[in-house]
Nanobody, 116 residues
Framework: QVQLVESGGGLVQPGGSLRLSCVAS????????MGWYRQASGHEREWVDQ???????IYADSVRDRFTISRDNDKNTIYLQMDSLKPEDTAVYYC??????????WGQGTQVTVSS
């Protein structure tokens, strides 16, 4: 059974940093593309970035050069390093194997709030 557990969110001031983690179980992440998504209150869930088994990554324009996705295959965990955070980054963050419409269930997510 596939399970994804996100953690690491919190309250941070604009310009600050956070590092999110996503522990996967039920499959080996080394074989799959893994992605981060986010959903702000009152908005649709949106794709943030994804990392390929090779380690290469792609990012949404809104987070490029500020966010970095990485993976630790031995720990079956992916990470999202978020720097230079902005109030518009406030959202619940989720990890999942793309696409968003895929069969994996969404985890509980982790809340990120950027506010002074």
């Amino acid at each position: 059974q596939v399970q994804l557990v996100e953690s690491g969110g919190g309250l941070v001031q604009p310009g600050g940093s956070l590092r999110l983690s996503c522990v996967a179980s039920g499959f080996a992440i080394r074989n799959y593309v893994m992605g981060w998504y986010r959903q702000a209150s009152g908005h649709e869930r949106e794709w943030v970035d994804q990392i390929f088994p090779t380690g290469s990554a792609i990012y949404a324009d809104s987070v490029r050069d500020r966010f970095t996705i990485s993976r630790d295959n031995d720990k079956n965990t992916i990470y999202l390093q978020m720097d230079s955070l902005k109030p518009e980054d406030t959202a619940v963050y989720y990890c999942k194997r793309p696409p968003a419409s895929g069969s994996d269930s969404w985890g509980q997510g982790t809340q990120v709030t950027v506010s002074s």
